[in-house]
């Protein structure tokens, strides 16, 4: 067993299906909260409603944006502060999260999230905003929620294609948490239990989108996973997806989902014990093998030509991420391979094959 330090956050979980709005008045009661602001996209504003059904709301908020751009951060902010809100409640996925976070990273209020998708968001202490297309991130206690509402019936309502990008979005926080600069065994563990949990429930949705047990499953893997990341921070492969999303405005999950097989492909050879791990955690003999067998599935995202990357700014995305890669990444990082990794990424070819 190496020397570690680990951190766990603290936080307040709550999971169970159909339990929202009872779980979410129950825990304003205990909060004390009075001028409660619900962030929501227009698209689930509905689905908010029926949350919130048990609770007064001062405001219904719906300004959000992927990638949080700082315009729409400092409105909401003002927005908060003209009303006196002493509460946040999130409803959504990983951009309403975001837009939260922005909030209480510069006023100190309590989040409570309530997630529609699995992108672990809610369980992490870190932010994200986008200013002049390039997406900074950081570190902040203020922003994590102290309280997650988990319910896999809100998730039915995510299209499949959509969860499977989500799906591998929260697979990609565990597999860079295998090797991100703060590793250690308990966050591989953590880890390694999301992307088994991440294996059963995708297939479920993919084959019946109202099967609540896959949902369930693809739920709990995502709250792992994004623990798991918290723990042990931000690697390559979330490097190279913040700056493709903050630059090229190119959509989160799908990015995600379409880089991982290319990360993993480079650094598996490099690191033997996590790749054993990933391997195990997906019930294969090679951890590419079964990440791959799970895409075919799914029948993943695959190309980043398809989601809005030009082949002409990969030079630009290359000097961009090189100096974002952690030093402890296990392979060494090189101008001329980083280049290639996202030319392949970019056409689609399949890693291993």
Known sequence: MPTFEHVTLGQRVLFGAGKAAENLTAEVSRLGSKRIMVIAAEFEAQIAANVTTGIDVASFYDDVAPHVPIEKAEKARS????????????????????????????????????????????????????????????????????????????????????????????LAHCVDSMWAPRADPINQALAAEGIRALNQGLPLIKDDPSNLLGREQALYGAYLSAVAFASAGSGMHHKICHVLGGAYNMPHAQTHATVLPYVLAFNAPYAADAEARIAAAFGTGNALNGLNTLRQTLNAPKALKDHGLVEENIPEAVRLILPAIPASNPRPVTEEKLEELLRSAYSGTTPGL
């Not at 509460?87 to 309590?110: D, E, F, Q, R, Y």
């Not at 995510?158 to 591998?168: C, N, T």
Request: proline letters at 4%; one cysteine or more; aromatic letters at 4%.
């Open 79 to 170: 927005t908060a502060a003209e009303l006196g809100i002493d509460l946040l409640v999130c409803v959504g996925g990983g951009s309403t999260t975001g837009l939260a976070k922005a909030i209480a990273m510069t006023t100190g209020l309590p989040i409570i999230a309530v997630p529609t998708t699995y992108a672990g968001s809610e369980a992490t202490n870190v932010w994200g905003l986008t200013e002049a297309s390039r997406k900074t991130t950081g570190v902040d206690d203020r922003v994590l929620p102290v309280t997650v509402i988990y319910d896999a019936a809100l998730t039915l309502s995510l299209p499949v294609d959509l969860s499977v990008a989500s799906g591998l979005n929260a």
